[in-house]
């Protein structure tokens, strides 16, 4: 229990349904503070009193567990690494992975209960992923890494309800997180400042900003806060020689370098993928069709999936732009997720492949 409005529905919803039910707040923070600011960060003192209440309401025992030294290793330290690295993380999937459904699952294993349940908006049928009823707040993508060992001590209560008829369930419920708002961006950067918080994490590490034939055309402190696909708050003082709009196409942290170009730089075509997780079918042993989602928010593309000796390779039927190394490739059979993967590599090109 978060301490907002869809883990006390779920939480409460799990009690009508029959089920024996603890709720559990998780501590995530060394240095939790007061307030949240606005609809930024979460896991503050705030939240936690707010699950505590919630719990009371529904009338479920409320235990609060410290997970912050696991999730400053998994998740945070994670975070930075890979921002270091020249990636882009999705720290909520991260999360996910390594937290709710590793760390506090196997602890409520041991301890006797069977599930872990969650406000997460996903459906689960026969064990297998699937997208929510409400596409606009549809958490399949970042649920797509887990195992099918995960999902199935999994409970997504609210996968087939619309955000709005929460609210208004919670409100009935006399829940007073009814009208809380949603958190937003990454929960553990409250004022949502990610490349400051990097810069205190890595320090200041200048390089240049260079075009498509490697002119230098600017300076940066630190790769660590681009990303491919970025367009604002690139601080080159020279426009383009064709005055049109100018994006981050690579980011080379060895070289310290930031690579920036026209919007058709961003096309891609193939995607490599490693780390792969199979949950809606069997390893592909020939290449599939089906639609790919390459960020939390991203539009699914029509594509060509295959397995190739440990990892995915994923040939798009048209071009995507803004896809960074570091985020999930989630492949859909409609709404079935079939598989997910981290993006390794992208191509313009595609190499020949055929689906049967």
């Known amino acids: 229990m978060s301490g907002g409005v869809d883990s006390a529905t779920a939480a409460a919803r799990a009690v009508d349904a029959g089920h024996e039910v603890t709720g559990v707040h998780l501590a995530l923070s060394e240095n939790p503070s007061s307030y949240r600011t606005g609809a930024r960060g979460c896991c503050t003192l705030e939240d936690a009193r707010d699950a505590r209440r919630a719990a009371d309401v529904i009338g479920i025992p409320f235990y609060v567990w410290d997970m912050a ?27 996910n992975e390594k937290i709710k459904f590793a760390a506090v699952l196997d602890r409520a294993l041991a301890l006797g209960f069977d ?37 199935s001590h999994a409970m997504f209560p609210l996968g087939d309800t619309p955000k709005a008829e929460v ?98 730089g961003l096309d891609v075509i193939e995607i490599t993928g490693e780390r792969p ?17 390459l960020s939390a928010h991203g539009q699914p593309i029509e594509c060509t999936a295959s397995a190739e000796e440990g990892g995915l390779s994923i040939r798009l039927e048209h071009p995507a732009r803004g896809v960074a190394k570091g985020q999930a490739a989630v492949v859909y059979d409609g709404d079935r997720v079939l598989g997910s993967a981290t993006i390794a590599a992208t191509a313009r090109t595609a190499r020949l492949t055929t689906a049967r």
């Open 69 to 95: 030294e696991r999730f400053r290793h998994d998740v945070v330290d994670d975070f930075v690494a890979e921002y270091a690295a020249g990636r882009t993380p999705n720290p909520c999937l991260r999360c």
């Open 115 to 151: 599930a872990v349940c969650t406000g997460h908006y996903a459906r689960l049928v026969d064990g297998v992923l699937h997208r929510a009823a409400d596409p606009a707040k549809d958490q399949s993508y970042v649920l797509a890494v887990l195992t099918s060992r995960q999902l």
């Open 167 to 264: 609210r208004a369930e919670a409100a009935r419920r006399g829940l007073m997180v009814a009208d809380k708002p949603d958190s937003h961006d990454v929960c553990f950067i409250a004022d949502g400042d990610t490349r400051r918080f990097l810069a205190r994490q890595l320090g200041e590490a200048p390089g240049d900003i260079v075009d498509q034939s490697g002119a230098v055309v600017g300076e940066h402190d630190g790769a660590f806060g681009f990303t491919v696909g970025q367009r604002r708050g690139l601080r080159v003082g020279k426009p383009a020689p064709d005055g049109k709009p100018r994006y981050v196409l690579d980011i080379e942290p060895v070289a310290r370098t930031v690579t920036i170009g026209p919007a058709s």
């Open 277 to 293: 997780v199979w949950t809606g079918c069997a390893v592909p042993e020939a290449p599939i069709r089906g639609l790919v989602q």
